[in-house]
């Protein structure tokens, strides 16, 4: 089977998105992550869902987990606040990790392989350098583990 068979449509988000908005897809849609595309529509990066929850934690709580325990109800209700209007440029992560793409006509193993060795939650399949669509990691054990 090759990546263009199991690709699926996928939403992206430009650089220069919201922040706050595209945390908000990633939760309606109970995504891992979107595809981050540069001003010319071209898959650059992935945003993943972990590093919007970490903007939600003050560096403090994050250095030391057990000060989240000291914060009140009120100030957890507001956590949302931190990412307040920041573009998705301004949360990625530092330095800025590479797309993993593969091509349309590559299989399943293949496939695999870069996820596994990107540990990406998903890599965008591309022909020609457009996107095609994008495979989950989820959807890819749906298709490696059917076959069995």
Not at 29 to 47: C, E, H, N, S, W
Not at 66 to 84: F, N, P, Q, T
Not at 119 to 132: D, N, S, T
Request: charged share 20%; glycine share 4%; net charge negative.
């Amino acid at each position: 089977m090759r990546a263009d068979q199991i690709a699926e449509e996928f939403p992206v988000v430009a650089s220069t998105s919201n922040a706050l908005e595209a945390g908000r897809l990633m939760a309606e849609r109970r995504l891992p992550g979107l595809v981050v595309t540069d001003a010319d529509g071209k898959p650059v990066t992935i945003l993943p869902a972990s590093q919007v929850v970490r903007m939600l934690v003050p560096n403090y709580v994050q250095d030391d987990p057990s000060l989240a325990r000291v914060l009140s109800e009120s100030m957890a209700d507001h956590i949302a606040d931190a990412i307040g209007e920041k573009t998705v440029a301004a949360i990625l992560p530092k330095p800025l990790p590479g797309m993993p793409m593969v091509n349309s006509d590559d299989n399943i193993v293949e496939v695999a392989a870069v996820m596994a060795h990107e540990r990406a939650p998903l890599v965008a399949v591309v022909a020609k350098g457009r996107l095609v669509g994008v495979i989950t990691a989820s959807r890819l054990l749906e298709v490696a583990l059917t076959a069995h």
